[in-house]
């Protein structure tokens, strides 16, 4: 037989309407670039005498890149649409001698990637609606000098791209109030 299901008990919840922001869609990439980088000119006599007595070792690390990394080229709508965006890392390039792995020179290099992605970007949202960032890169020189003028280096970014807009919800809540502190004031008791 059916059974009486009880009412639930009354609420001080009420129906509340509320901003906040929808994120259509959320996606982290990685990309793997590689990139041949010219030796500077007043460090090729110094590599070239090093490859012909026991070799050039070749270390990279990145630096800090200029505002998030990352600048929105291109936004399609569409279910899926795309977006497209430019990436810098900056790096520091070391040149060491293979033997006693003395520095032989160092310098600065950029390097630079485009990359398209599918996402869901609805019709009525637009560039602004979303938001690129550089999580993290790093590089390796697995490869290491390829001539005296040009080494070989790996870039590897990975990038989160959002598309958020803010939207109208109704909910079941009750506003709330900041709570009483409990301490009790400070008494001055000078005599």
Request: charged share 20%.
């Amino acid at each position: 037989m059916g059974s009486i299901i009880p009412l639930p008990p009354p609420s001080l919840l009420s129906a509340e309407s509320i901003s906040v922001l929808k994120v259509f869609d959320w996606v982290i990439v990685s990309d793997n670039i590689e990139e041949k980088i010219l030796i500077p000119e007043e460090c090729r006599s110094i590599v070239q005498v090093a490859l012909l007595n026991g070799g050039v070792e070749v270390k990279c690390k990145t630096e800090e890149s200029p505002g998030n990394g990352l600048t929105l080229l291109d936004a399609r709508n569409g279910m899926p649409g795309t977006v497209k965006f430019r990436g810098i890392i900056p790096l520091q390039i070391q040149l060491l001698r293979m033997d006693d792995h003395s520095e032989l020179c160092s310098f600065e290099a950029t390097v630079y990637f485009v990359k398209t992605i599918a996402l869901c970007l609805p019709e009525g949202l637009n560039s602004s609606n979303i938001r690129c960032s550089l999580l993290n890169h790093h590089c390796r020189t697995h490869t290491g000098i390829i001539t005296d003028r040009q080494i070989s280096i790996q870039a590897l970014a990975c990038v989160e791209i959002e598309v958020v807009a803010p939207v109208i919800m109704e909910v079941m809540g009750k506003f709330c109030f900041p709570r009483e502190s409990g301490i009790a004031p400070i008494q001055n008791n000078r005599g």
